[in-house]
């Protein structure tokens, strides 16, 4: 598209334009109420681990030369659990996570079904990651924080919306691939063929993509 065919205007997409998330009822909704005392307030690798695994994720410890960080999975997709930002007084804590999931891109990923998804749904970003010259990775994350302090419930609640919002994610990527390369397998039209491939990235070192 020239230049001269942009519009300088910007039009912003209204609340009927966005598509409501659906999430399951919380497994945990019948607990009693938390006092102050019970809130979670920062976070560590252990704490996060043992969270996960209470709702039923098996859950590994994955070390880098950046930081140590948990990797799960559901459904059959992989996804990693990253420490955000730390506590001054105490190195191995933090205050929020990110929940994200990589999938290997083979040639260019349209950044208009990126921008779809964005602009439909209100939680889980999607964006492309470049990490080296010729080699894309579509991301997908959801940032969680307990600043202030949220009870267990809430943080169970949260990672139950990332379960959801993965399944939720996964048919919707078929569906837009299948569009601009049906049978994922021949054509490769300017587009992208979602796979497995190397994932050595800004957004996340070391980790394995997923192969769609």
Do not use: C
Not at 38 to 58: E, F, H, K, P
Not at 63 to 86: K, Q
Request: glycine content about 8%; cysteine-free; charged content about 20%.
């Amino acid at each position: 598209m020239s230049d001269s065919n942009i519009e300088s205007t910007v039009t912003i997409a209204s609340q009927k334009d966005i598509t409501p998330e659906v999430w399951p009822a919380s497994r945990h909704s019948n607990e009693s109420g938390s006092t102050r005392s019970d809130l979670i307030t920062t976070l560590s690798i252990d704490s996060l681990r043992d969270a996960l695994q209470t709702v039923g994720y098996r859950v590994e410890s994955v070390v880098n030369e950046r930081m140590t960080y948990l990797r799960s999975a559901t459904g059959g997709m992989p996804f990693d659990i990253r420490p955000g930002n730390g506590v001054g007084t105490a190195p191995d804590q933090f205050v929020d996570v990110a929940f994200v999931a990589l999938f290997a891109v083979r040639g260019t990923f349209s950044l208009e079904i990126v921008n779809e998804w964005n602009r439909s749904r209100r939680f889980g970003r999607l964006f492309v990651d470049r990490a080296t010259q010729g080699q894309e990775v579509l991301v997908f994350a959801l940032d969680v924080s307990v600043a202030g302090g949220v009870t267990p419930i809430h943080f169970r609640s949260q990672i139950e919306v990332w379960d959801s919002l993965v399944q939720q994610f996964v048919s919707w990527l078929r569906v837009e691939v299948s569009k601009i390369a049906p049978g994922f397998g021949g054509a490769d039209a300017s587009s992208a063929k979602v796979g497995e491939g190397p994932a050595k990235d800004s957004a996340a070192a070391n980790t394995p993509p997923m192969s769609i």
